[in-house]
């Protein structure tokens, strides 16, 4: 919350004298802040001045590291789960590939070359 602030307020003192009628205050700046924070990226608010392109291209590598990647990552972590889950219903302990995330006992597995 705090990077959202400052990245927001830092993006309306920029862009509202190049673009008053887009960052008309610091909760549209916010909403510009959010969306790019989050990688989602509408298209609908986005700086024009140099230093603000700056400042919006570190917030959206800053946002993959904090939403996109943890995502990704949690969202594959309930797949393993679900899978193992699936397997234990079935009898059967579940080894995943660490290469690829299938299931080594359940066909076809590929063999991976070692690391």
């Known amino acids: 919350m705090i990077l959202l602030f400052i990245s927001s307020t830092l993006i309306y003192l920029i862009e509202s004298p190049a673009q008053p009628e887009v960052f008309s205050s610091i909760p549209a700046a916010i909403w510009w802040g959010t969306i790019t924070l989050t990688t989602v990226g509408?298209?609908?608010?986005?700086?024009?001045?140099?230093?603000?392109r700056i400042i919006g291209g570190i917030l959206a590598i800053l946002g993959i590291g904090l939403f996109a990647l943890p995502a990704g990552i949690l969202a594959s972590?309930?797949?393993?789960?679900?899978?193992?889950?699936?397997?234990?219903?079935?009898?059967?302990?579940?080894?995943?590939?660490?290469?690829?995330?299938?299931?080594?006992?359940?066909?076809?597995?590929?063999?991976?070359?070692?690391?």
């Open 42 to 52: 509408y298209g609908d608010v986005y700086p024009v001045t140099i230093l603000g």
């Open 77 to 115: 972590g309930f797949s393993e789960e679900l899978a193992a889950r699936k397997a234990k219903k079935r009898g059967r302990d579940v080894i995943i590939c660490p290469h690829c995330g299938q299931d080594i006992n359940s066909p076809p597995h590929h063999e991976h070359p070692s690391d």
